[in-house]
């Protein structure tokens, strides 16, 4: 009795213990769901996670990438603007240099301006002089000219006078009645009146020999001086010296035919 008792206290033990099992394998079985379910939320979490840390770096990766192509195209950019900046300090250094020989051809032709301007002031100095020489002859060609005539006229007077004289004196010699004192005063009056006539006559023609002479002088040098300038620079001649157009030409024409005329010289 005591074994049996003994198998049914064990039996009872055996049952309690595994009564005890069932309950822990139960409680354990679910606290194990418990933290299955709770691996599984937090491993879709992470899963979640991780597809949008993906899709973060995928797009980051994708704007990484425009980025390099971005910056792959402003390096060419600034490649080609480098390239097209030295060649236009290349351009701006080769007009510096033109510009600068440009100054300097210009101040070289100011310089030479300046002296054509100096140079064409001295020929128009010299000009206006020649032509005051030229208007100041003329005027005293008129009038020595003029005082030819009037002793021209003159030289016709006395020249009358001494034919009248002379017809008298013939009609006095061939009249005997005329008393021969008279006849010697006529006579006396007459030579004196002849050789007055004589010396008036010497001495015009003395005066009008050297009038003439200086004219003439006066005129080759005017000439002389006229054509040196012409030489020297006919491109700048002004019109003004012998006119301009027709009335140029026949002034120059007047001028050589009263030259000629004047003077005996040709041109």
Not at 18 to 47: C, F, M, Y
Not at 232 to 244: E, K, M, N
Request: contains cysteine; glycine residues 2%.
């Amino acid at each position: 009795m005591n074994n049996t008792s003994q198998n049914m206290v064990e039996d009872c033990l055996i049952v309690e213990k595994e009564k005890l099992w069932g309950e822990e394998e139960e409680d354990s079985e679910k606290r194990l769901l418990a933290k299955v379910e709770r691996l599984e939320r937090e491993i879709k979490e992470l899963q979640q996670s991780l597809r949008r840390e993906r899709e973060t770096v995928a797009e980051k990766q994708g704007k990484g990438r425009c980025l390099v192509r971005h910056l792959s195209q402003v390096i060419s950019y600034l490649a080609d603007f480098e390239a097209k900046l030295i060649e236009r300090v290349k351009q701006n250094e080769e007009l510096v240099k033109k510009l600068e020989c440009a100054e300097e051809n210009v101040h070289k032709l100011q310089a030479e301006l300046k002296n054509k301007n100096e140079e064409i002031d001295k020929e128009k100095a010299l000009q206006a002089q020649l032509v005051q020489e030229i208007e100041e002859n003329a005027l005293n060609l008129s009038k020595q000219k003029q005082q030819l005539e009037e002793s021209e006229n003159d030289r016709n007077l006395l020249m009358d006078r001494v034919h009248d004289l002379t017809k008298l004196l013939n009609d006095l010699q061939s009249n005997p009645k005329i008393n021969d004192k008279v006849t010697r005063v006529e006579e006396d009056s007459y030579e004196k009146q002849l050789r007055e006539n004589e010396l008036k006559s010497s001495e015009l023609l003395q005066a009008e020999i050297r009038q003439r002479s200086d004219v003439i002088e006066a005129y080759k040098k005017l000439k002389s001086r006229h054509n040196f300038l012409c030489s020297v620079a006919p491109q700048r001649w002004p019109t003004w010296i012998h006119g301009s157009g027709e009335w140029g030409r026949n002034r120059a024409k007047r001028r050589r035919r009263e030259g000629t005329r004047l003077f005996g010289i040709e041109k």
